[in-house]
């Protein structure tokens, strides 16, 4: 990225890097969709600085585009929390079946649920 490049570009840039659809990005921001593809599109030279700051804030960015975490730890952050939220809902599960599972397999099932997030679509990893 250059320091001329625009803003819109620089936020479009970093959520492709992410592999963030518009639509994940807009709900993660509550900024509306139509908002967003605006914002990212260049077509709203005007856009609300809320709406972008909350897109920027999303994209792990400061507003003047430059990344505040590298894009692969923001991905792993990602994938950690929603591997927790995934072991959760089988250790949930396991319970109410008398099957509870130990804390260190936990630990083991959201390490192995990183490491497939990671590797996988980036969609399915920001996707609720």
Do not use: C, Y
């Not at 077509?43 to 909350?54: G, I, K, M, Q």
């Not at 590298?70 to 939220?85: D, F």
């Not at 319970?95 to 969609?123: D, F, P, W, Y």
């Amino acid at each position: 990225m250059t320091n001329r490049q625009p803003l819109f570009e620089k936020l479009e840039n970093r959520r492709r890097e992410l592999g963030l659809s518009q639509s994940a990005l807009a709900d993660r921001s509550g900024v509306s969709l139509p908002t967003v593809q605006r914002i990212l599109s260049g077509h709203s030279p005007a856009a609300s600085f809320d709406n972008t700051l909350a897109i920027a804030d999303v994209l792990g960015m400061q507003l003047d585009a430059v990344p505040m975490i590298p894009a692969h730890e923001l991905l792993k952050k990602q994938a950690l929390k929603k591997a927790e939220r995934l072991v959760r809902m089988v250790q949930g599960t396991s319970a109410l079946e008398a099957q509870g599972v130990s804390a260190r397999h936990i630990g083991q099932m959201i390490k192995k649920t990183v490491q497939e997030l990671l590797a996988g679509s980036r969609r399915r990893l920001w996707a609720e």
